[in-house]
Nanobody
Framework: QVQLVESGGGLVQPGGSLRLSCAAAGFTLDYYSIAWFRQAPGKEREGVSC????????YYLDSVKGRFTASRDNAKNTVYLQMDNLSPDDPAIYYC???????????????????????WGQGTQVTVSS
């Protein structure tokens, strides 16, 4: 059974940092493209970052470019989203999602559809407040 488990969310002050983790169970992440999505209350879910299988290409939402970095550790079967200089616009539930193919960037990273990424984690809450 394919399972993704996020962790690392929490409360941080503006300008602070968090590192989200997405651990995979039941499959090997090496051959999967991974996306990070977020959803804030009253807003649509949006694609934050994609990390492609095989070629390692990345996508970032414009508002997080230069602040967020996606990476993977195949030995730990885990992907990460390093979030620096967090702002009051970043609070949301953050989800990781996976698909066993190369994704089309930026389209599939932006539209946040389950049929593009069949496997999803349960989400982790990120709160930014002073």
């Amino acid at each position: 059974q394919v399972q993704l488990v996020e962790s690392g969310g929490g409360l941080v002050q503006p300008g602070g940092s968090l590192r989200l983790s997405c651990a995979a169970a039941g499959f090997t992440l090496d051959y999967y493209s991974i996306a990070w999505f977020r959803q804030a209350p009253g807003k649509e879910r949006e694609g934050v970052s994609c990390l492609n299988a095989n070629d390692g290409r990345t996508y970032y939402l414009d508002s997080v470019k230069g602040r967020f970095t996606a990476s993977r550790d195949n030995a730990k079967n885990t992907v990460y989203l390093q979030m620096d200089n967090l702002s009051p616009d970043d609070p949301a539930i953050y989800y990781c999602a996976a698909v066993d193919r190369v994704v089309r960037m930026p389209t599939e990273c932006q539209r946040s559809r389950e049929r593009d990424f069949p496997s999803w984690g349960q989400g982790t809450q990120v709160t930014v407040s002073s």
